[in-house]
């Protein structure tokens, strides 16, 4: 079986996570895969980054994204906390990632709403990536399903892949049920198991939990069948 393993949030042990230089480093390591996360700026920019606010990387950098300009969220140094080395780093916009990013690398777009919901991201992903002629080697994830369900139905071909994080019972029966047409259920991987192996296989679906930096819980997880793990650790993204 292939194992597909992607760099989550680029290298984030190598450089500011979702960033460009976090992006360059997975692609320098070969990453096959990279996830990020996209949110819109107040003029409805797609910007990477995780987080709804900057604390974590800029703490004098007050309130959400959501509330920033482009123009703004360009000013705010999301790297000097990370190292020295990188001071002066911003964030990202996808397209500017997508004109890095080759086109034979998978990329992971996750439509990073809740408890923020951002009206309208679905079209302007789609039309990003229309722009960039980036509609191959895709698959669209969030944990808000309604986003999937609005992305699907602009683009029906692009893969989907549905986000878990709560251990609810028998996902693979929402799975079916939910109305979206699936290509993958992206778990957590604490409660990853063989059931939901199996019965995610069952449905043709194929199965990449989230965040796998362990070697032996990587390895426990793909002996159990999973199809590849999202990880911050380059000694697994760049597996097989
Ligand atoms: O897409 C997998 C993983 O990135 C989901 O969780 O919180 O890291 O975005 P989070
Ligand atoms: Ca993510």
């Known amino acids: ?36 996360d996209v949110q ?11 987080d709804h606010n900057f604390r974590r990387f800029n ?13 703004e969220i360009k000013t705010i140094d999301v790297g000097f906390t990370f190292s020295e080395e990188f001071t002066g780093v911003s964030l990202a916009t996808l397209d500017e990632i997508l004109e890095i990013c080759p086109l034979d690398t998978i990329l992971n777009i996750e439509i990073k709403n809740i408890p ?24 669209i994830s969030s944990f808000d399903h309604e986003a999937l369900q609005k992305f699907q139905t602009l683009a029906p071909d692009i893969p989907i892949g549905l986000l878990l994080y709560y ?3 028998k996902p693979w029966t929402y799975a079916k ?30 199965i990449y939990p989230y965040t796998v930096n ?5 390895k426990e997880l793909i002996d159990l069948g999973v199809d590849g793990v999202f990880s911050n650790n380059p000694e697994i993204f760049t597996l097989p």
Not at 1 to 7: E, G, H, Q, R, T
Not at 40 to 49: E, G, H, K
Not at 121 to 130: A, H, T
């Open 177 to 206: 049920n939910c109305g979206l047409n699936l290509y993958s259920i992206h778990p957590l991987q604490s409660w990853t198991d063989k059931e939901l192996i199996t019965e995610s296989k069952k449905l043709g679906l194929k």
């Open 1 to 36: 079986m292939l194992v597909l393993n992607f760099a989550h949030r680029g290298s984030l042990t190598e450089a500011p996570e979702n960033t460009l230089p976090a992006i360059k480093k997975a692609i320098e390591h070969g990453a096959r895969a990279i996830e990020l």
């Open 116 to 139: 923020v919901i951002y009206d309208g991201i679905e079209v302007l992903l789609y039309n990003c990536l229309k722009n960039h002629n980036r509609l191959n080697n895709l698959i």
């Open 214 to 218: 362990d070697k032996e819980r990587y």
């Open 167 to 169: 251990r609810i019972l």
């Open 59 to 71: 703490s004098t950098a007050k309130g959400l994204v959501k509330d920033y300009t482009l123009k």
């Open 40 to 50: 819109l700026s107040r003029d409805n920019q797609l910007v990477v980054i995780h």
